[in-house]
């Protein structure tokens, strides 16, 4: 079982290396969102935002959203490794071998999780210290536990549709469809303090929006009992999105 997950890892890395632009854009997208969203919306909102009742710069409070805008396109770009696979036949040899499909998924995840930990590690220790001077970190385990778990749970979110749709375009209409929305129906650019009733309720079926609210935590805040409630809440998210994918790729007819 480790052997066979140790090589398809390896064959995973090998992949993403060929094709280093489809693999590196969502990094450097990162530090492009930052630095164009940081200087330019915070620009026209003023340095300063008001975020649980406390003065926040705009920068420090928009990064943890640039960081989970990464891992979701990260986890994007893996699903589509396994529509390749599924559409270049790829995949029912891999599984021929003695590989579970479960095991299939868990490389996918850990791929996904490895360059999000690489994107985190560009915007703490690159954008920020240009753009602000200097490290902000308040408790890098929030930050590490936050994107694992996002990790796991975006890329859980996407298989289903990967392995299931055969037709690239609706494929693409269906993407785009969920991804938007998940990122500006959160807590990713603004507050929520203030937002409408109706905009609140579908914030907080948003997983994306515990995402960030604990990246947030990590880099700004501070570990309380509402993030804990919100590290709970992200956790059934990802248990039950991950058990999904796997049911939805053992029910996948090669």
């Known amino acids: 079982m480790i052997k066979g997950l140790s090589s398809l890892y390896y064959r995973e890395l090998r992949l993403m290396s060929r094709n280093l632009w489809a693999t590196f854009i969502p990094l450097i997208t990162s530090l ?21 009742g406390e003065n926040v710069d705009y920068i420090l409070f928009l990064a943890p959203g640039v960081i989970a805008m990464g891992i979701i396109s990260i986890a994007q770009n893996a699903g589509w490794t396994l529509w390749n696979d599924r559409d270049r036949g790829m995949l029912e040899e891999l599984l021929s071998c003695p590989v579970s499909r479960s095991a299939y998924i868990m490389v996918k995840i850990l791929s996904t999780l490895t360059f999000s930990f690489v994107q985190v590690f560009l915007v703490l220790v690159i954008g920020l210290p240009i753009l602000k001077g200097q490290f902000f970190v308040t408790n890098i385990y929030l930050i590490l536990l936050s994107t694992l778990l996002g990790g796991v749970c975006f890329c859980s979110l996407f298989i289903p549709f990967m392995s299931r749709i055969r037709s690239s375009n609706l494929l693409v209409a269906i993407v785009t469809l969920i991804f938007l929305p998940i990122m500006l129906c959160s807590s990713m650019f603004y507050p929520l303090e203030s937002a409408p009733y109706l905009f609140k309720i579908v914030a907080y ?21 509402e993030i804990l409630l919100e590290i709970l809440v992200l956790f059934i998210f990802t248990i039950a999105l991950f058990a999904a994918s796997v049911i939805s790729l053992r029910k996948v007819r090669i």
């Open 32 to 52: 492009l969102y930052l630095f164009l969203f940081g200087l330019g919306i915070g620009g026209m909102m003023g340095e300063e935002i008001s975020f649980n």
């Open 205 to 225: 079926l948003n997983p994306m929006t515990y995402t960030v609210d604990i990246l947030r935590a990590g880099l700004i805040g501070s570990l309380n009992q």
